[in-house]
């Protein structure tokens, strides 16, 4: 079975960096095909794709946002983690991590963390 | 970037209505066509994937088309526990684009 839990801060400053951790089991990163992606939805809004990290550690990232985002990966403790520069009250967000499958898409989800970025 | 725009924004529809959702790419994209399920509060689901198949443990009310730029979910008969809003994305290899999504409303 399936599983992605994401941790880190609640809240956080302008102009700090937020980091994000997924850890997930019933699955690894290094099977072929493989990904974990990261989502967020601003509080009564879309939803809006972030990074996406491959088993191969190839990335991708959201062309708008690219040059705050870092996606990595610890294969040896399942886990994956988002780092975003300059936060600002704009990038408040319940965030999610998410399963690729290689055909059926984001097929699993995390239960969300919400961040708020205030002073 | 390839843009999802969907329509409508909201639909107002009863218990038992055939309900239809379009979604519309800029640009013409491959079969990587997904549609989501999203209950306030909770993380979405998937219902659909390349276009038309159904995920494992959806209801076979739910079906998906299309091709090129123009896509569908359809509701056959909508169910109490279908009022939601649903979200289209496109999942190419190199970016991921979800359309602003449709709530299904009570009517």
């Given amino acids: 079975q399936i599983t992605l839990k994401e ?15 997924c850890t997930f089991s019933g699955f690894s990163l290094s099977t072929s095909g493989v990904g974990v992606a990261w989502i967020r939805q601003p509080p009564g809004k879309a939803l809006e794709w972030l990074a996406l990290l491959y088993w191969n550690d190839d990335k991708r990232y959201s062309p708008s946002l690219k040059s705050r985002f870092t996606i990595t990966k610890d294969t040896s403790k399942n886990q994956v983690v988002l780092t975003m520069t300059n936060m600002d009250p704009v990038d408040t967000a319940t965030y999610y991590c998410t399963h690729r499958h290689n055909l059926r898409g984001l097929d699993y989800w995390g239960q969300g963390t919400l961040v708020t970025v205030s002073s | 970037d390839i843009q999802m ?17 379009t979604c519309r790419a800029s640009q013409t994209i491959s079969s990587w066509l997904a549609w989501y399920q999203q209950k306030p509060g909770k993380a979405p ?32 008969s909508l169910q109490p526990d279908d009022f939601a809003t649903y979200y289209c994305q496109q999942y190419n290899d190199y970016s991921w684009t979800f359309g602003q999504g449709t709530k299904v409303e009570i009517k």
Avoid: M, N, W
């Avoid at chain 1, 609640?10 to 951790?21: D, G, I, M, S």
């Avoid at chain 2, 959806?58 to 998906?64: D, L």
């Fill in chain 2, 5 to 21: 725009t969907q329509s409508p924004s909201t639909l107002s529809a009863s218990v038992g209505d055939r309900v239809t959702i």
């Fill in chain 2, 45 to 76: 689901k998937l219902l659909i994937y390349k276009i038309s198949s159904l995920e494992s443990g959806v209801p076979s009310r739910f079906s998906g088309s299309g091709s090129g730029t123009e896509f569908t979910l359809t509701i056959s």
């Fill in chain 1, 7 to 21: 941790s880190g801060p609640t809240l956080v400053k302008p102009t700090e960096t937020l980091t994000l951790t």
